[in-house]
């Protein structure tokens, strides 16, 4: 089991940076990659960065240019930095992680933290 824990989120103004991380903890030595996914209202869920455990990234286009995904294995937490911020990047921000104990693939998730970019 993994348990994730984002942390982070608030308000901020249009053009402003913010942070967010992730703690993971149990059997993170079975985690493979890590991603930031977020939920505006009435939309689905999307993908905006996924990094494996190599430190490979990789971003949503309305992202690219902005926003910095990182990774800390020996922490166990993974960043993302978010610059230039827009209205449009308002949403849930959820931690998600896949793992394979050895036998199977599990996916797991944060709980989420808001974010709200004012124009």
């Known amino acids: 089991q993994v348990r994730l824990v984002e942390s982070g989120g608030g308000l901020v103004q249009a053009g402003d940076s913010l942070t967010l991380s992730c703690a993971a903890s149990g059997d993170t030595k079975c985690i493979f990659d890590m991603a930031w996914y977020r939920q505006a209202p009435g939309m689905e869920r999307e993908l905006v960065a996924k990094?494996?455990?190599?430190?490979?990234?990789r971003y949503v286009d309305s992202v690219k240019g902005r926003f910095t995904v990182s990774r800390d294995n020996a922490e166990n937490t993974m960043d993302l930095q978010m610059n230039s911020l827009k209205p449009e990047d308002t949403a849930v921000y959820y931690c998600?992680?896949?793992?394979?104990?050895?036998?199977?693939?599990?996916?797991?998730w944060g709980q989420g933290t808001q974010v709200t970019v004012s124009s």
């Open positions: 990094i494996g455990n190599g430190g490979d990234a």
């Open positions: 998600y992680a896949n793992a394979f104990s050895g036998t199977r693939w599990s996916d797991y």
